[in-house]
């Protein structure tokens, strides 16, 4: 039972064109600190990046694609969750703050609004404490 229990903890191969998602949005990878991040982007205009909480995934923020109207809605599966690779990391508040940051850098995105629920705010509470000129609000 363990071995079965091991490879539900670790990433696929292969991320779907889409995942079970009622509108059907586009799964996207790159590559960050070596590892492949998924997640998903909408719309045109300034970035508004939304970040899940523990135990959470991008999937959470499924809804408010509303905001892609206005904005370049980026919903991504942080390190460790969902369909992003799983290091074996301490996942400190630093490394995942440090990880939004080259999240950013890969994405090439300077600077970006962000909405944060639960671990998430606290990530995004570290990017506008550690990094205020790559926050915009």
Sequence with gaps: MMPIL???CTSTHEIPPWFD??????????LVEGNRIAYTESGDGRPV??????GGSM???????????????ITLDVLGSGLSDK??????????????????????????????????????IGMAL??????DK
Excluded: C
């Design 6 to 8: 091991l490879t539900a």
């Design 21 to 30: 998602a009622i509108h059907r949005i586009p799964v996207k990878t790159v």
């Design 49 to 54: 990046i939304l970040v899940h909480g523990f």
């Design 59 to 73: 999937w959470q923020w499924e809804y408010q694609q509303a905001l892609s109207a206005s904005y370049r809605v």
């Design 87 to 124: 290091p074996n990391i301490q996942y400190t508040p630093t490394q995942l703050v440090g990880f939004m940051r080259d999240f950013l850098n890969a994405l090439q995105i300077s600077q970006a609004s962000f909405v944060g629920n639960s671990m998430g705010a606290g990530i995004v």
């Design 130 to 135: 550690t990094y205020p000129d790559r926050v």
